[in-house]
Nanobody, 113 residues
Framework: QVQLVQSGGGLVQSGGSLRLSCAAS????????MGWYRQVPGKQRESVAR???????TYADSVKGRFTISRDNAKNTVDLQMNSLKVDDTAVYYC???????WGQGTQVTVSS
């Protein structure tokens, strides 16, 4: 079955960096567009970044220039490098096979002021 297993995240001060990783299995990873989303309580889950199978990234305006999404098709992993973190980036982050019903377990990212 499809599994997306996340790692990384945690607590960091404003201006700091964190890296999230998502390991996928059970899919043809190299052709899957992968995405990172985030959600805070009381709000809808929002797209943060996505990357096509050939490595073309797109970003939400709120994270452009600060976050970088990357993938390794040999390892079936997709990463999200988050720099210059802001308090507003605090959320639970999820990886996803874009367009599919598959989600990672969620990882808390907390940015303190």
């Amino acid at each position: 079955q499809v599994q997306l297993v996340q790692s990384g995240g945690g607590l960091v001060q404003s201006g700091g960096s964190l890296r999230l990783s998502c390991a996928a299995s059970g899919i043809t990873f190299r052709i899957a567009t992968m995405g990172w989303y985030r959600q805070v309580p009381g709000k809808q889950r929002e797209s943060v970044a996505r990357i096509s199978g050939v490595g073309t990234p797109t970003y939400a305006d709120s994270v452009k220039g600060r976050f970088t999404i990357s993938r390794d098709n040999a390892k079936n992993t997709v990463d999200l490098q988050m720099n210059s973190l802001k308090v507003d980036d605090t959320a639970v982050y999820y990886c996803n096979v874009v367009g599919g019903p598959y989600w990672g377990q969620g990882t808390q990212v907390t940015v303190s002021s």
